[in-house]
């Protein structure tokens, strides 16, 4: 199987076993776990704080030895993850799955796009990117109607169905899955090459855990010294940071504030209904958005991005104010679709923006930003909507938003595409 179809098919069923797991997991730990209100809120926020400790090392680990393997680890991780998530009905259980789960996902942030970008043809970067998002999408509607299908049968099914799939996801990769790109050498053990045997040489006078933590903490340095030297990146990262305040806001308030115009229909079926629509109108927006944007032209990437996050923050700020049934609606799928049409976009800008070498620690350094703006955003938002309204809280989630569309514009005008006579290669960012 080619890298290309690879990609694909790790983007449609990780999103399939994924959606099916969390689409109603909330229920299943409210009803059959018994969590309270604030042990909901902790599991999430344990969940960030993992995903934010853990984002760079997991990275470095990726770019300074193998993405393949930093893949494979992450996909067998949070198989096991969703498996105790399941099948052990305790807040002691779900806690500890929380953190198996969070290590496994920062994992495969990150090192998934960046085996992806070496190990595809670079004319064919961009549309695996595109296809890649789509088939995710698609894997997200058809895991939320086996959801909906299968909690109704029992409740804990979904969650171990999907650790199931994710665990032999895993299994598949460790045997199909290939890797020609090798790290660059650092005079460390671990560069030495592969016949050579893991004993550090006699000569080094380092052990080798000593010079492996070095190699490391080079590592962040240089995914580090790339976004202080690039006005892009550092664009980039605070927009990210900012859209992951917002995030958290929606992610929390969302269906609080749409429960009242349910009534007396089940959540269920109408929640699953909300996001098998959300699902499908992602694919035509992120089909739409693959017409205008190319891994060699970095600014009209970044155009399209800074429009659809405006877009995003006026969606958020006019759900606030919505008094009725319809227009809650339609601007909570709105708001949906055009959140999960970015991640495909921003991945294709951070790939044509990064050196091949700090790619994967790039990458996290820039989910880091997300899980920190998750940690920092929710609070503000929820005390807004516990004091005002929760309507009051959306619109504040959506207001964080906007520092995020300035930061964006900015970093697209910094990104200079290239003439058009140059070879089809990813530009160079300053």
């Known amino acids: 199987m080619s890298s290309y179809r690879l990609y694909l098919l790790i983007c449609g ?12 997991n909330l229920i299943y730990q409210a009803t059959v776990v018994g969590l309270s209100p604030l042990q909901l809120v902790l599991v999430g926020t344990l969940m960030e704080a993992v995903c934010f400790v853990a984002q760079v090392p997991t990275g470095v680990i990726a770019d300074r030895y193998s993405r393949r393997l930093s893949v494979i680890a992450g996909y067998l991780l949070m198989g096991a993850g969703l498996l105790v998530w399941g099948l052990l009905p305790t807040y002691a259980a779900i806690l500890v799955a929380n953190v198996i789960w ?7 942030d990150g090192a998934e796009e960046a085996w992806a970008a070496d190990e595809i043809a670079p004319d064919r970067v961009t549309r695996a990117f595109v296809r890649g998002g789509q088939l995710t999408q ?14 109704a049968v ?15 996801l895993g299994v598949l990769l460790t045997v199909v899955m290939p890797e020609t790109w090798r790290p660059a050498p650092t005079g460390s053990w671990r560069s030495a090459p592969r016949d050579s045997g893991r004993s550090a040489p006699p000569d080094s006078g380092r052990s080798a855990p000593t010079e492996s933590w070095r190699s490391m903490r080079r590592q962040v340095a240089d995914g580090a010294r790339a976004v202080r030297h690039s006005t892009v990146l550092a664009g980039i990262l605070g927009a990210t940071l900012f859209a992951g305040m917002s995030s958290e806001g929606f992610d929390r308030l969302s269906q609080p504030f749409l429960l009242p115009f349910v009534g007396d229909h089940p959540v269920e079926l109408v ?6 629509i959300a699902a499908l109108g992602s694919i035509v927006v992120t089909g739409l958005a693959g017409r205008w944007i190319d891994v060699v032209r970095p600014q009209r990437v970044g155009r ?9 923050a006026a969606g958020l700020i006019g759900l606030g104010w919505a008094g009725h049934w319809w227009a809650a609606v339609a601007l909570y799928l709105a708001v949906r679709l055009l959140r999960d049409s970015t991640g495909p976009i921003l991945n294709v800008w951070l790939v044509s923006a990064t050196a091949p070498e700090s790619r994967a620690t790039v990458f996290s350094i820039v989910a880091q930003a997300d899980a920190l703006g998750q940690v920092a955003g929710g609070p503000p938002a929820g005390f807004v909507a516990q004091r005002r ?20 514009a900015l970093a697209a005008k910094r990104s200079p595409d290239p003439q058009p006579t140059t070879p089809a290669e990813p530009a160079t960012m300053s």
């Open 102 to 108: 969070a290590i496994g996902a920062v994992c495969v």
């Open 154 to 168: 029992e409740p804990a099914l979904p969650i171990v169905a999907g650790g199931v799939l994710t665990l032999a």
């Open 304 to 312: 399209v991005l800074a429009a659809l996050q405006a877009l995003t």
């Open 13 to 24: 069923a990780g999103s399939f076993a994924a959606k099916m797991a969390f689409t109603l």
């Open 138 to 151: 698609a894997g997200a509607l058809l895991g939320i109607v086996a959801a909906v299908g299968l909690t």
């Open 389 to 408: 309204a929760i309507g009051a809280g959306l619109s504040v989630a959506g207001l964080f938003v906007l520092p995020a569309v300035a930061l964006l």
């Open 271 to 276: 929640f699953g209904a909300l996001s098998m």
